[in-house]
């Protein structure tokens, strides 16, 4: 089959609605597809179209005025960094823009969404020569983490497991360490900015496996140009961030049954 005899009877779009219908008029249909890259959002021109200038200059205002509806429905709902509006349609000829919102953590930034994930890499402690850290997406450490933050969080510290795994994992970076051959240690930052999940396994604490997480998070948030970030301490821990340049900020207030302080770091001020 070649593209210009792509047929209404074996197009995808002209068979399939594509989607889960968020918005609908009788021009195009902004969907959201079951498969893609987190949130990835499509308009869709209803009539079997195959380029933009195709079509008529009413018509193209309303193909434009349904993806402008469609970005700031993303900007209220996901308050991403950036939004990708990319039109190919190379494999399915039918006249389709991709709606992509993009965080600075997400998997992929600063490229596309379609390309090659980076793959996992360890680099060895400049401290101690066992011990090595990783920096990653959710989709190249998920397998790794999920057994470290099972054991640390919803084993032991009881928080439910619909709690622990949130709608920002998917968008977080995530630094694993390991000793030897070992996982034992995971945290994220999240694309506010915040840093959370820090945690090791009981049998490696008191080591200093913590500061090294967290020293290998905010080394990601400089290279991602934060200029601030923050994280909820627990009361034992804020004089150790302290000691790591954050300052209190606000009140002490109640999460997952045990009080917790809000502490943020500007990271311009240090080099
Ligand atoms: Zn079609
Ligand atoms: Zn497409």
């Not at 609605?17 to 009788?26: A, H, Q, V």
């Not at 380029?51 to 005025?65: P, Q």
């Not at 900007?75 to 600075?104: A, C, F, Q």
Request: some cysteine.
């Amino acid at each position: 089959m070649t593209l210009d005899k792509f047929k209404k009877e074996d197009c995808f779009f002209c068979k399939n609605n594509g989607g889960k219908t968020i918005f609908k008029n009788r021009y195009c249909r902004t969907i959201i597809p079951d498969d893609g890259p987190f949130q990835m959002h499509r308009v869709v021109w209803n009539s079997h179209v195959r380029e933009f200038g195709e079509l008529n200059n009413f018509e193209a205002e309303m193909l434009f005025t349904a993806i402008k509806k469609l970005e700031k429905y993303l900007y209220e709902k996901l308050t991403p960094d950036k939004i990708n509006i990319i039109s190919m349609g190379n494999i399915t000829p039918h006249l389709h823009i991709h709606v992509v919102p993009r965080w600075k953590t997400d998997p992929w930034w600063p490229n596309f969404t379609w390309n090659t994930l980076p793959r996992l890499t360890w680099r060895r402690s400049a401290f101690e020569n066992k011990i090595h850290i990783a920096v990653t997406s959710w989709n190249k450490g998920r397998t790794l983490l999920q057994p470290i933050r099972e054991e640390v969080f919803i084993k032991e510290q009881n928080i439910p497991k619909k709690k622990e795994w949130d709608e920002f994992d998917p968008i977080s970076r995530h630094v694993l360490i390991k000793v030897g051959q070992k996982i034992v240690g995971t945290g994220r930052l999240n694309p506010r900015g915040r840093l959370g999940r820090i945690c090791v396994l009981k049998t490696f604490r008191k080591r200093g496996l913590g500061n090294y997480i967290l020293q290998a998070l905010v080394s990601e948030a400089k290279k991602l140009n934060y200029e601030k970030i923050y994280l909820h301490s627990q009361k034992h821990a804020v004089s150790f961030y302290q000691k790591k340049g954050f300052q209190l900020q606000g009140k002490s207030f109640i999460e997952c049954k045990s009080t917790h302080f809000k502490m943020f770091r500007s990271l311009d001020l240090y080099i």
